[in-house]
């Protein structure tokens, strides 16, 4: 799913810790940003938070954690 205008990085973020399977930002040129390394967070956050945040696509592993992000998105329609 693709992701922009995060503004409520909190929010984001807790949906991310909620999920029990990987989940990971992927650039168009195939740069994979894994959510659950810290220092692989900071980065993809910086990413979503610049220009380029509007052409990062989600992804969770486990279909099941995907509704942690669709009840972010219905909190904060602007982000997506």
């Not at 799913?1 to 929010?11: H, P, T």
């Not at 993809?44 to 220009?51: I, R, V």
């Not at 992804?59 to 992000?69: I, R």
């Amino acid at each position: 799913m693709k992701i922009k205008n995060i503004e409520e990085v909190e929010g984001f973020l807790e949906a991310v810790n909620k999920c029990k399977g990987e989940v990971w930002l992927e650039s168009p040129e195939g740069d994979k940003f894994n959510l659950k390394s810290k220092f692989s967070r900071y980065i993809a956050l910086g990413a979503l938070l610049s220009e380029s945040g509007d052409n990062l696509e989600l992804f969770c592993s486990l279909p099941e954690d995907e509704q942690y992000f669709y009840e972010y998105f219905m909190s904060f329609p602007g982000v997506n």
